[in-house]
């Protein structure tokens, strides 16, 4: 035995090296069929793979100009860095992007801006935005609800991001006077950090199934006597990354934690089908919104990604025949995020937010209802332009899902299907969770949200208006490729919005249902 030992330990380390590379490349030779690059090139061949999987993070780091990575470029990323930390988020010289760029998008401004007077709410906040409407008053729900800023946490789950993640989001919003959308997921005690919740459910009826998959009113209503901090319900027709398509939530991730909250079994695979079951018809699920409606005393609204229109115009001539109706509409756009989608579905289905909104407003126009409805927009609407352009064209409220990640230090690795995300915010893993800290991370989403307001704010003013539902059509202008080289929106678009009934800033403050109370204290 110890001559065998030292044997060994005279052999040189050379020796050692040579001996692995031999071993790779019988595998790769004889032993592994999988690979044809490994096979021919026994060794080297590794070199491939391994620099196809840095090449994004050295694309990234070293190579791609400010403005070329997507989903989210470096000016965005790092505009929405630089505003959660409170840091200097100007920029020096001028601009850096092309403004004669396709699709690019002008914000008129006013001769002389919108003045702000010693007793203004805005005097005192320079960041306070609340919804020009309420949610569920048309209807005369029993809880009309006024979200009390004009961009809020888009749904993400329970399961999708991690639980610190999640609960940062929530005292973030609880700080910045905002919602937070639960997700599919159901209402984990993570959400019910203080902040505003709209509880959210698509196919799955996490939180609210019954033990064969289906809808159980009995437990939302429980759910929601149980949870005063929802103020609304949202249910999922679809989103803009994968409209139409279901999902599976692998039994492996499925811990009792998550099973408790979602309602089903530990170490089962969950399918969330394609379809609901709760509903087949549109005046079905005007029912089913009635019913919760009825049942809860909140406001109840409607998710979807925006394709064909025809089942559109049938629910719009329903609410018009009913006198009934959802009391939101969340308008996602075919560019949305997602936790997990395949690419042909991520790439292809359904319309950008533009013209998939476009189109659906001018539905509820043609009819005269736009009143009865909140409208919110999702789809890479967290920058205070691109917001301007959505209130412009019929929003009330924006919501946010991959900016508020980014807030809380998300940084577009673009692995959140794979359980590894870096940062810790879309991931189930302790390990990488255990590095976000909650009390900074909740300080950076409202900060991210009172920069965006404040900005969002002072382009108004720039404008002439005193709050941004007064924005026009006619006050944005879009490159184009054709021979006018940019219209407003209106001629692009082929319509004009409903004007949104506004007093002033002060009517809304003093507003009864207005959401998030705490920010009276903000507000002295
Ligand atoms: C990690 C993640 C999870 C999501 N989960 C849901 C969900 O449960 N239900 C849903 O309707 N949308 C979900 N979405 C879509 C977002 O709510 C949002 O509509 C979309 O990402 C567009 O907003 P954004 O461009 O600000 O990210 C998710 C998005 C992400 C990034």
Redesign the pocket.
């Known amino acids: 035995m110890e001559q065998a030992l030292s044997f060994i330990g005279s052999i040189p380390w050379w020796i050692w090296i040579l001996l692995f590379l031999l071993v790779v490349a019988l595998r790769d030779i004889f032993f592994q069929r999988a690979h044809t690059i490994s096979h021919n090139y026994p060794i080297v061949g590794h070199l491939r793979y391994w620099l196809e999987s840095i090449g994004p993070e050295m694309r990234q780091y070293f190579v791609a100009n400010n403005r070329e990575e997507l989903p989210f470029n470096r000016i965005e990323r790092g505009w929405i860095y630089a505003s959660a930390k409170k840091e200097n988020n100007y920029e020096g010289f001028g601009t850096e992007r092309d403004i004669y760029d396709h699709q690019y998008i002008f914000v008129k401004n006013q001769m002389m801006a919108f003045k702000i007077g010693e007793g203004h709410p805005n005097y005192r906040d320079k960041t306070f935005i609340p919804c020009a409407k309420v949610m569920g008053q048309y209807n005369q729900r029993r809880k009309p609800y006024r979200p009390a800023s004009v961009i809020n946490v ?4 329970f399961g ?2 991690s639980a610190r993640a999640i609960e940062a989001l929530n005292r973030g919003v609880q700080k910045a006077g905002a919602y937070h ?1 639960t ?3 159901g209402l984990s005690p993570y959400h019910q950090q203080g902040g505003n919740v709209i509880f ?1 459910f ?1 196919t799955g009826y996490f939180g609210v199934r019954t033990p064969d998959g289906n809808f159980s009113m009995e437990k939302l209503k429980k759910l929601v006597e149980q949870n005063n901090c929802i103020k609304a319900v949202e249910i ?1 027709l679809s ?3 994968k409209p139409g398509k279901g999902g599976v939530l692998p039994g492996a991730k499925i811990t009792p934690e998550l099973a408790e909250i979602r309602g089903v079994e530990v170490g089962k695979d969950v399918i969330s089908p394609a379809t609901h079951k709760a509903f087949d018809t549109v005046s079905e699920l005007l029912l089913l919104i009635e019913e919760i409606a009825e049942e809860t005393g909140l406001p109840v609204g409607i ?1 979807a990604a925006i394709g064909k229109l025809d089942q559109w115009e049938e629910l719009a001539d329903l609410m018009v025949k009913t006198g009934k109706g959802p009391d939101f509409i969340t308008v ?2 075919g ?5 997990a989608a395949p690419p042909s579905f991520a790439d292809h289905v359904s319309l950008p937010w533009v013209y998939g909104f476009s189109s659906l407003y001018k539905v509820f126009l043609k009819r005269k209802i736009t009143d009865r409805i909140v409208f919110i927009g ?5 920058f205070p332009a691109k917001a301007a352009m959505a209130f412009a064209m019929g929003v009330d409220c924006i ?5 508020a ?1 980014m807030s809380i230090g998300c940084i577009q690795a673009q692995v ?1 299907h794979t359980n590894r995300c870096p940062s810790g915010v ?1 991931t189930q893993n302790k390990w990488l969770q255990n590095g976000i800290d909650i009390p900074i991370k909740s300080e950076r989403l409202a900060q991210y949200f009172k920069t965006f307001r404040k900005e969002l704010l002072e382009i108004t003013h720039a404008s002439g208006y005193e709050h941004p539902c007064q924005f026009t059509m006619e006050d944005i202008q879009v490159n184009i490729d054709d021979d006018q080289l940019n219209r407003n929106l209106a001629s692009l678009y082929g319509y004009t919005k409903d004007k949104v009934p506004f007093e002033d800033a002060q009517k809304l403050f003093e507003c009864q249902y207005l959401g998030n109370k705490n920010l009276e204290k903000t507000m002295k």
Do not use: Y
């Open positions: 888009s749904a993400m789950s999708s991001l959308n997700g599919e997921g959210h698509g999922k989103q803009g990354a998710k996602d756009g560019e949305g995020g997602t936790g999702s789809g890479k609407l967290g919501n946010v899902a991959r900016e990640m959140c879309a």
